[in-house]
């Protein structure tokens, strides 16, 4: 069975690029999140190996409306330009009450962005292309709210770059386009951080936290 244990790592680089045979994703600042629907059972557990799925049950309701599927993506809450707000979600995860959960999951929702599928219907897609399983992805998805699809461009790093800069987000990810989905870290999948992402994960170190 896949895990959070089969998650894919991100290596660091240090400036964007352009290069063919490669896609180019936004990065969001959230919880790194193995989302999955099992027999009728949903789970959204992060990279300590904690399930959350209680505490975002809208989040969880969705996960239920899609078939038996296995995905890969980042939990966030946005603010009202859409920019990840990482204090926001933690406090949230830390709820515990039902009725404050309920409360939190109507005025304050939280949402994944999905960016990868390792399963579909017991079918094990890993080792397909990265395109292939972004394909899937996006036909899985439909037109799911709370479960969104991540969108990516071509081969154009640099400009991506440019965007996440000036929407002060976390970075980019750079992923080769037609390589199977890597288990732990891998050269495949690149993580480039703008001047913001690396000023939070100094703040986070600075209070012992994990950055993202």
Known sequence: ??????????????????????????????FRTLAAHRGGR????????????????????????????????????????????FDRLSKRSRRTRRFSIDHAARADPACIFAFDILELDGKDLRQEPLVERKGALHSVLGDTQRIRYTGHIDEEGASLFKVANQLRLEGIV???????????????????KTAYGRHIDAERANRNEQPT
């Open 42 to 85: 949903a789970e959204l557990v992060n990279r300590r190996g904690n399930d959350f799925a209680d505490r975002f049950p809208e989040i969880s309701a969705e996960l239920l409306e899609l078939p038996n599927v296995v995905l890969d993506g980042e939990l966030v809450i946005l603010d009202a330009a859409g920019r990840p707000q």
């Open 1 to 30: 069975m896949i895990t959070y244990l089969d998650l894919a790592e991100l290596t660091s680089a240090s400036v964007p690029f352009d290069r063919s045979g490669w896609i180019f994703e936004l990065k969001y600042d959230g």
């Open 174 to 192: 750079g992923k080769r386009a037609y390589a199977a989905y890597p288990r732990g870290r891998s050269s495949d999948w690149v993580k480039i």
